[in-house]
């Protein structure tokens, strides 16, 4: 069973597709076990591949996206890595993602969690392949401390144990950073590295997806309470027992937010001119998004 998802915006289109084509073979394509299979799975599944562009857009920015591909394909897998673990039936229990039933409903927990071990090493081993050793080391950093305790699995943690209890909004916040913000600078930061951008350059990404990321999250937030499952392909109304952005500041307050957070991330890229018009394009979709 499928649902329709709605698209990404068109100016994603040429990226997306190139993300899609080049994860076509990061997994062994003549490979027909069964956890190579769930690794696919969701891997290669509709997505808006935001992760992936904001490299390719970043590396752009600094001159030259044809390097950053590999970095978008493994920030892409350690995504969907994430996407798996988030929700198995002891995190989120989520029954649908990507208009798909998710990962342990197709093939269990037990593969679920193989398979996003799975990608998790697919993606360091497409790094140590695809850039020379200095890079490949830089960007192993980046991503280990994306993941690590600043990052998913601090803020996962955070985030399941205050299943049920109230937060501070500073809590909040500090959970929403990590666990999909750092990946968001992550992406930004490894565009900027492949297309060996300047430090200049690192700072004003780096603001610019700090804020996007955060953005993105309350967005997330939103769209559990607005959004339907036609348009983003996961089951909606689920964070009722979690505080959120929504729950502290009501569907204006937290949109009105996350709008501040995506004109900050646009002010940041004030110095690169016309040129960040692709960047500005994905923050202002981020603000806007019902998918
Ligand atoms: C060890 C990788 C790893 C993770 C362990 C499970 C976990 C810790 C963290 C969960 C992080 C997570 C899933 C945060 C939610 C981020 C979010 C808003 C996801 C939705 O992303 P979209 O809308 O999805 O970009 P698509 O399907 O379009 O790619």
New binding site residues.
């Given amino acids: 069973m499928t649902t329709p998802m709605a698209p990404p915006p068109p100016f994603f289109f040429p990226h997306v597709d190139r993300i899609g084509r080049a994860l076509e073979t990061f997994l062994p394509v003549d490979s027909t076990e069964v956890v190579v299979d769930a690794m696919r799975y969701t891997l290669l599944a509709p997505?808006?591949?935001?992760?992936g562009v904001l490299v390719l857009l970043a590396a752009d920015l600094c001159g030259n996206a044809t390097r950053a591909v590999p970095a978008a394909c493994a920030i892409e897998a350690?995504?969907s890595?994430?996407?798996m673990?988030?929700d198995l039936p002891c995190?989120d229990n989520a029954p649908l993602?990507?208009g798909r039933p998710a990962s342990h409903v197709t093939y269990g927990d037990a593969v679920t969690i193989l398979a996003?071990f799975g990608l998790?090493n697919q993606a360091f081993a497409h790094l140590a392949r695809n850039f020379e050793p200095a890079l490949s080391q830089r960007l192993t950093s980046l991503f280990t401390g994306a993941?690590g305790l600043d990052g998913?699995?601090g803020?996962?943690a955070e985030d399941v144990l205050a299943t049920d209890r109230s937060l501070s909004v500073e809590t909040l916040e500090r959970i929403h950073r990590r666990?999909?913000g750092m990946l968001f600078s992550a992406a930004a930061a490894a565009g900027v590295l492949t297309a060996a951008g300047s430090s200049t350059d690192l700072t004003a990404l780096t603001a610019y997806a700090k804020n996007v990321g955060l953005a993105?999250?309350i967005v997330?937030d939103l769209l559990d309470v607005t959004g339907s499952t036609a348009e983003t392909?996961k089951a909606v109304r689920k964070d009722l027992r979690k505080t959120t952005f929504v729950s502290f500041s009501g569907v204006d307050g937290a949109r009105q937010l996350a709008d501040e957070l995506c004109k900050t991330a646009i002010t940041a890229l004030a110095s690169f001119g016309p040129r960040a018009a692709a960047l500005t394009d994905l923050a202002k979709f981020v603000a806007a998004r019902r998918l």
């Fill in positions: 997505s808006k591949r935001v992760r350690v995504h890595a994430s996407l673990l988030d995190m993602r990507r996003a998790l993941i998913l699995v803020g996962q666990k999909t993105f999250q997330d392909g």
